[in-house]
């Protein structure tokens, strides 16, 4: 699958979740991580973009550290307007990488496709 049409998956769960309707289960239910995170985080778009493994520095962390200690569920999914403003930094983090690999793919002129990602 190709590295954009994957973080496009991403966007759309975390659209959902901001709708209300979806849940996140981290690295269940994540699509860049059920393709990049086996055993360890490796070649993933958000990695690659952050600099960082196991999406440290992308909003996904103020997102777990609030879903822990202000509502403490198994289920991660909006609970409160703060959950919503922290899903939606998700979401629009997920469409700033979308667009950062569609310019990337328009300068070498291919679909983002690429070999092993340098670490
Ligand atoms: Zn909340």
Not at 74 to 86: Q, S
Request: proline fraction near 7%.
């Amino acid at each position: 699958m190709n590295k954009i049409r994957v973080m496009e998956s991403s966007v759309a769960k975390w659209q959902r979740i901001i709708d209300g309707k979806g849940t996140d289960g981290g690295v269940l239910d994540c699509p860049p991580c059920r393709i990049y995170y086996l055993l360890v985080c490796y070649g993933c778009p958000i990695a690659d973009f952050t600099g960082n493994k196991f999406c440290k520095g992308s909003p996904y962390g103020p997102w777990l550290r609030h879903q822990i200690e202000a509502h403490d569920k198994l289920v991660k999914r909006v609970y409160c307007p703060e959950c919503r403003r922290l899903a939606k930094d998700m979401h629009d983090f997920m469409i700033e990488i979308v667009e950062d690999l569609k310019a990337k793919a328009g300068e070498k002129g291919r679909d983002g496709e690429d070999g092993p990602p340098r670490s």
